[in-house]
């Protein structure tokens, strides 16, 4: 599928609940996202809230919110089917906005097949072993790491790598017991949470498939590109 963006378009979002057009399909989960937010807060019995997890992640969102920390453009690109060219699309929409737009942007790889980190490394040279950096992976597991998960690609451009091991986020969300409840799809929201604040844009590669990854994804997004 082609791939028309206004980045003047994009930006006006911040201001505006328009949608773009131009071959491009943009949804605003925002305001989803917060009603749902809410009508959790008010089933959930106090106990259920009494998580680490969730405690850090509801005092991270009020201390952004009451701060008026100015947080990143955060953009999901997912299809259903394979090989039509969304980690292509997520990566050079993220070179094009950290070179030709001096956009500050950092690329979430949330697919364990992990294409995005190999395009973007390849791209920028990086022969970097990534057997002893933290991943998105580890970052989802120790929110408070992930720092140290990002890999610097260049000035503007970061990446969030993935590898095979975030196929193992379902029996992570099993161990914890959140798996099939509404927290489930809080967890890579609550890592980008901790960083977004350096960032103009922040784009998710998902798989495509409809599962707990891009649940993840979505939940943490502003928009949503179907490619």
Do not use: W
Not at 2 to 9: F, K, M, P, Q, V
Not at 41 to 62: M, R
């Amino acid at each position: 599928s082609s791939l028309y963006i206004d980045y003047r378009t994009i930006t006006a979002q911040r201001k505006s609940d328009d949608v773009g057009s131009g071959g491009v399909t943009l949804f605003h989960v925002k305001t989803h996202k917060i009603i749902n937010t809410f009508m959790f807060l008010i089933i959930k019995t106090f106990n259920d809230l009494c998580t680490n997890e969730f405690l850090l992640y509801l005092y991270v969102a009020y201390r952004n919110f009451k701060e008026g920390v100015l947080v990143a453009i955060k953009i999901t690109l997912g299809n259903s089917k394979g090989g039509v060219g969304k980690t292509t699309t997520t990566c050079l929409l993220a070179i094009s906005l950290a070179k030709h737009f001096n956009q500050r942007v950092l690329v979430v790889d949330f697919d364990a097949q992990a294409d995005a980190t190999d395009f973007l490394m390849r791209t920028f040279q990086v022969n970097k072993d990534l057997t002893n950096h933290l991943s998105i992976f580890d970052a989802i597991k120790s929110p408070k790491r992930s720092q140290e998960a990002v890999l610097v690609l260049d000035d503007n451009l970061h990446l969030l790598p993935s590898g095979e091991e975030l196929s193992g986020l379902d029996l992570l969300l099993l161990e914890k017991g959140v798996f099939g409840k509404f927290e489930a799809g809080l967890y890579l929201d609550l890592v980008i949470q901790q960083i977004e604040h350096e960032y103009d844009f922040i784009l998710f590669d998902v798989p495509p498939t409809s599962n707990i990854q891009n649940i993840n994804a979505i939940v943490a997004s502003d928009y949503y590109i179907g490619v």
